[in-house]
Every structure is written in structure tokens, then in C-alpha cells.
């Protein structure tokens, strides 16, 4: 898609007058819109500890060969700190106020109010352990929580870790009924990780998360489910925590988290039938389509070749009321060049604007 196009999708729908045509530039290849977000690749994990006595302990388990950075961030802001201690797999121990040095290996920071705002995280100072370099083993993080924090989320990242985990959910824009796939990927470097223990949990656009899916191992370290229908009709973005655990093949322990979302799409409309004529000096493009909710819409085209070169676009908004309605988009012949009509591929879309999302895409080959 060229730069053209891309502008013109970001200007509003009050300045199109009229619908819009042109020619993609020379060697442009048409592109599939992307199944699901780009992978999150996480090497690390979160713990959230819910307040059951005053001190809780957090098992980390690492690698080795990374060093490991350790936050601590309290749920709710309090008047007083959140106190934590590193028992190491060695027996060394870095107290409450021990800031620990280069030599021992460990180190500990301390955030006030103002910096971890800052940054974007709520809960008043945190704390931040840094393992200079890890042992193939787990560490334990003894916390203390004053009274009025409810519970604190301990995040463990190994940077340096060869065991990473990709993940992701699709479809990225999903219509009301499809299925919902969860994926994810547990690789030592190169070398795929079999045998881990793979969660996801979804959360709804509300917030309102559901109970943990287990995904089945497929091949070469690759984990999935698919879902008939998400949890509850709930429109919007959809987020997804994954959880995996297991060993790598030297038997060192691991945990990872990784992430993914999706759009949930209101099925606004329907885009059924895609029928072509030529009308004139244009190609028409006709589309079928069931509206549910009423109100402004675009039905975007984009015209490929056999080789799926792109060729041209055109763009139309369309006020449209609820039921069945058919529109229509003229593509100038003199946009598609040399290529004859019948050697089209197109990519059909409407996309609501009142509330942005894609009510609907086909594809056609026309004959």
C-alpha cells in the first residue's frame, strides 16, 4: 500500500465529497491484511501475589546465563514501603536495606513516587532487584506488605535468557462467530521447547477476565487453541495473558508471560455477494450488504493483478440505514492500465466509521 493511500485513509470521512480513485505506484505488491498482531516475544514473567498474610514468598525460577531484573510494585499506594529480601540459590541473601554491590552481584534500587510516575506505574516507590548473572535455579523473593496493600505483582526478566516466548491471538479483527485461535511459541534460542505447560486468559474489553484455557502442543515447540466463540458478547479489544512453564533440555527450570489481543468486532453490517461490470469507461464493483446498525460506512476496493501487483484503489462513504442495501464504486479503466478486467483480484472492505472497525472483506477473482 502506498503512501498516498495511507493518507487517505487517515483523513476523516466529513472530506470525502466524492468517492475517491487512483494507481498504486509501480512494483507495489498487494498485501494480505495481517492475520494477528505482530508476536509478543517475552523473556520474562509476572507473578501477582494477593495479600493472604503479611509476608508471601515468590519463587523465581531462571536459567542461567542471564542476569535478572526484579520488580516489585504494590497494588496500592502506601505510606509505607513494601520490604522485600533475595534468597539466592547459593544461600547468599540480600536483606530489606541492603543495597548490595558489583562485587556480591546483586544490586537494589530503590523509585521514589515521583520517577515511577513518570514512567506510567501506579502504587507509590517500588523496588527493582538487579542478579548480575543468574544460576540455573530459583531464586525467592520474601515479601512484606504493609497493612492497606492488598497485594503486589513481581516481574522477573531475563533479558539475556535464550528461553523466549512468542505469542498471539487471531483473528486480529474478528466478526461476531469466528473462531478465536491462541498461539504461542516456546523456543531455547533456535531450538524448539517441547513439554511446557501453555495457559491463556482472556480479558474482555471491560476488564473482566475468564477462566484459564490450556493449549495443546502441535510441533516444534509450538502451543494452540482454538475457541468456538469468546466468552461473553463484548465488543472492543480483547486482551490475552499466556502463561508457560517447563524445563529446557538441560533441565533448568523456566516461566515465561507473554501477551496478545484482538478486536472484536460489532457486526455492524454484513459484506455478502461481490459482483463486476463494466459500466462505461469504469470497472464496477457492486457489494451486497446487510446493515445492522445504522450510520456512516466506506466501502474501500483495491485492484490486483494475477500477480498480485497492486493496481488501483477507490474509496466511497455511504450513509446507510438498516437491511439489506446493494453499493456500487466505479475504478476507472484508465487506472488499471494494460491489466484487462477480467485478470482482476480484488480486495473488497467496508469499514464503519461512526464507531472505526471492519464490518466486513471479500475477496474476488473477477471473470
Do not use: C
Request: aromatic share 4%; hydrophobic share 45%; no cysteine.
Amino acid at each position: 500500500m502506498n503512501k498516498t493511500f495511507l493518507l487517505l485513509l487517515a483523513i476523516a470521512p466529513a472530506a470525502f465529497a466524492a468517492d475517491l480513485t487512483g494507481r498504486f505506484d509501480a512494483g507495489t505488491k498487494y498485501e494480505e491484511p495481517a492475520l494477528h498482531a505482530p508476536a509478543n516475544v517475552s523473556r520474562m514473567f509476572v507473578r501477582t501475589v494477593a495479600r493472604s498474610a503479611q509476608a508471601e514468598s515468590v519463587d523465581l525460577p531462571a536459567v542461567g546465563g542471564s542476569s535478572m531484573i526484579i520488580w516489585t510494585i504494590p497494588a496500592r499506594e502506601s505510606a509505607s514501603p513494601v520490604v522485600t529480601r533475595l534468597r539466592t540459590p547459593n544461600g547468599a541473601v540480600l536483606q530489606p536495606k541492603d543495597r548490595g554491590s558489583l562485587e556480591r552481584g546483586l544490586r537494589r534500587f530503590r523509585l521514589e513516587p515521583g520517577e515511577t510516575s513518570e514512567m506510567g506505574l501506579a502504587g507509590g516507590a517500588h523496588e527493582v532487584v538487579h542478579v548480575l548473572s543468574t544460576m540455573a535455579a530459583s531464586y525467592h523473593l520474601d515479601v512484606e506488605m504493609p497493612d492497606g496493600v492488598p497485594g503486589v505483582t513481581v516481574i522477573a526478566a531475563e533479558p539475556d535468557s535464550a528461553i523466549a516466548l512468542s505469542t498471539w491471538a487471531a483473528p486480529l479483527s474478528r466478526q461476531p462467530g469466528q473462531p478465536v485461535t491462541l498461539h504461542a511459541e516456546v523456543l531455547d534460542g533456535t531450538m524448539p521447547v517441547g513439554g511446557a505447560r501453555v495457559t491463556a486468559r482472556l480479558a474482555s474489553p471491560g476488564g473482566k477476565a475468564f477462566a484459564a484455557v490450556e493449549l495443546t502442543e502441535q510441533a516444534d515447540g509450538t502451543y494452540s487453541a482454538t475457541l468456538a466463540d469468546l466468552p461473553e458478547n463484548a465488543p472492543g479489544t480483547w486482551q490475552v495473558r499466556f502463561e508457560a512453564a517447563g524445563t529446557n533440555a538441560t533441565g533448568a527450570r523456566f516461566s515465561r508471560t507473554g501477551s496478545g489481543e484482538l478486536v472484536a468486532e460489532r457486526g455492524a453490517a454484513h459484506l455478502g455477494e461481490i459482483r463486476t461490470e463494466i459500466a462505461g469507461d469504469a470497472l464496477r464493483v457492486r457489494a451486497s450488504v446487510d446493515v445492522v446498525l445504522p450510520g456512516a460506512y466506506r466501502l474501500d476496493v483495491i485492484a490486483a493483478d494475477g500477480a498480485r501487483n497492486a493496481i488501483a484503489w477507490g474509496e466511497g462513504v455511504r450513509n446507510l440505514a438498516t437491511g439489506a442495501t446493494e453499493l456500487e464504486l466505479d475504478i476507472p479503466l484508465a487506472n488499471l492500465g494494460a491489466v484487462r478486467a477480467d485478470e482482476l483480484f480484488l480486495d473488497v472492505r467496508l469499514l464503519g466509521l461512526d464507531t472505526i472497525g471492519v464490518a466486513g472483506r471479500v475477496t474476488k477473482e473477477v471473470d
